[in-house]
């Protein structure tokens, strides 16, 4: 029988039953205009800052922890500690690490110099340094799926410091304005100008300029260039790249004003059609000579397929999108990879229609390598559902499953990633298995990248082999 109230309604029903409209009218605050929102922004923006200050020093700047020496010998140099310490001994110019002989810490820094010394004494069948060609340009990799939450930031974030403790200077661009890349980074960014939007701006500019030489020689009147096209064109992608607490992790930062570019892009390619607007970013990346001075560029891009993420995915030599172990994630990816399809698409159509007429060259996007992640898996409940995923996108899809850990939020809370937090705080075995989660992702990645690599190698060693036989 069921139960009954005093005044003989159920007691045992839903909390959506009975709700009474005056107490609830009651409960309301007055109606929300407009100037509410700011209010509530401000607010989050003092939280957003105090919280992401948590991983932050006394003196208000982020720092890179030290490593151990079993650290050393066990993630990032293929030493014995005993060796280790023999060579710290027989060479005091190198850095010693701080604290007493038995348990000594050493900067990334100093990792970084000891690294080089083992290239050029250890021994020879061992890789002390990461290999990539000489002569061959940065590798851009996008991280992208315009589905929210499937772990975009902190696949790109970790990657990207995957790379640095691997040895390869790495550059990281946000492109997404909720900065959450730029934070875990420690970046600080004040406005748009010190974001990716000024090198959008740039490119339109000269796309302009250009443009009004051809009309000046033909008599035509030329387009005014604005305050903003003008300050643009003084602007040098190096202008914009800041330096993190990783030695060899640079950042090009984002914050909310970065969105605008999603607005302006559109106006410009209205009053000049024939810019192409998705080369912006990689004009950039190429003219800047960027390319040169760095081994990998990660970009982290917005959640939606918009003009930035256009240029993230124009700009990428490789694409990897995250996605979780379930229906929703998987359909929405699907259709992440049709909107790619038609969007490109549509833009080689429209371009090679004019390029044919004027007896041009015909374009076409390419990509390297293109693979999608399963994050945050849970393999005792999602198992089935991964594989299904795996069946139908094959090739696309990466082996390894990015196991979910307990440590990435513990991290997260500080607004770090699990390669910044010291492993005394955790049982050693617990944080094993949780760093064990992105070397393997690291692992896979990497092989794609020095395989690309690889191949550019050989089919420039063969143009030049084929250069050397006609001349």
Same mark, same amino acid.
């Given at each position: ?44 923006? @003092?939280?957003? %800052? ?13 720092? #890179? ?36 002989? =038995?348990?000594?810490? &050493? ?11 083992? $290239? ?23 991280? !992208?799926?315009?589905?929210?939450? *499937?772990?975009? +930031? ?8 995957? !790379? ?11 492109? %997404? ?25 740039? /490119?339109? $500019? ?6 009004? @030489?051809?009309?000046?020689? =033909? ?47 559109? *106006? ?22 960027? #390319?040169? /001075?760095?081994?990998? *560029?990660?970009? %982290? +891009? ?14 990428? /030599? ?6 979780? $172990? ?23 159509? =429209? ?13 076409? &996007?390419?990509?390297? !390598?293109?693979?999608?992640? *399963? ?48 492993? @005394?705080?955790?049982?050693? /075995? ?6 064990? +989660? ?23 060693? !063969? ?9």
């Amino acid at each position: 029988m069921a139960s009954k109230s005093g005044n003989g309604s159920r007691t045992d029903l839903p909390p959506y039953f009975n709700i009474d409209p005056e107490e609830a009218a009651e409960k309301l605050s007055a109606s929300i205009d407009t100037a509410r929102f700011a209010r509530a922004a401000a607010f989050a923006s @003092r939280g957003r %800052d105090d919280l992401a200050r948590r991983g932050y020093a006394p003196d208000g700047k982020k720092r #890179l922890r030290k490593f151990s020496i079993w650290e050393i010998c066990k993630y990032l140099i293929p030493v014995a500690p005993a060796h280790l310490r023999r060579v710290l001994k027989a060479n005091p110019e190198l850095p010693q690490g701080d604290g007493d002989s =038995g348990s000594k810490w &050493f900067t990334l820094e100093d990792i970084l110099i000891l690294r080089e010394h083992f $290239a050029e004494e250890g021994a020879q069948n061992r890789q002390y340094k990461p290999w990539r060609p000489e002569g061959l340009p940065a590798k851009v990799v996008a991280v !992208a799926n315009f589905k929210g939450g *499937v772990g975009k +930031t902190t696949t790109a974030a970790h990657l990207a410091m995957s !790379a640095a403790l691997d040895g390869y200077k790495v550059l990281v661009i946000d492109l %997404d304005s909720q900065g959450s890349m730029t934070s875990v980074m420690g970046g600080q960014v004040a406005d748009e100008w010190q974001t990716a939007f000024p090198l959008l701006a740039r /490119d339109y $500019a000269t796309a302009l300029q250009a443009e009004n @030489r051809i009309r000046e020689a =033909g008599g035509q009147p030329t387009y005014a260039l604005d305050e903003t096209l003008k300050e643009a064109l003084e602007v040098s992608p190096r202008n914009l790249i800041q330096k993190t607490h990783w030695p060899n992790i640079d950042l090009i930062g984002a914050q909310l004003n970065l969105y605008w570019a999603e607005f302006q892009v559109p *106006v410009w390619r209205m009053q000049l059609r024939s810019w192409p607007l998705w080369d912006a970013l990689s004009n950039a990346l190429s003219d800047g000579g960027i #390319l040169d /001075d760095y081994d990998l *560029v990660f970009l %982290d +891009t917005p959640p939606a397929l918009g003009y930035l993420t256009i240029n993230a995915l124009a700009a990428a /030599d490789i694409l990897l999108v995250p996605l979780g $172990a379930s229906f929703l994630e998987f359909d929405s990816t699907g259709r992440f990879f049709d909107m790619i399809y038609s969007t490109f698409a549509s833009i080689e159509d =429209g371009e090679n229609r004019q390029r044919r007429a004027d007896g041009l060259p015909e374009i076409g &996007f390419e990509w390297d !390598a293109v693979r999608a992640i *399963v994050t945050r898996f849970d393999a005792a409940q999602q198992t089935d559902l991964a594989n299904v995923v795996q069946a139908y996108f094959g090739d696309f899809m990466t082996t390894y499953r990015q196991e979910v850990t307990a440590m990435v939020g513990q991290a997260g809370e500080q607004v770090s990633g699990i390669y910044e937090i010291d492993y @005394r705080d955790f049982n050693r /075995d617990t944080y094993i298995r949780g760093r064990e +989660t992105f070397d393997r992702t690291w692992a896979e990645v990497k092989e794609v990248i020095l395989g690309t690599w690889w191949r550019d190698m050989k089919l420039n060693e !063969a143009e030049l082999a084929g250069q050397s036989e006609e001349g």
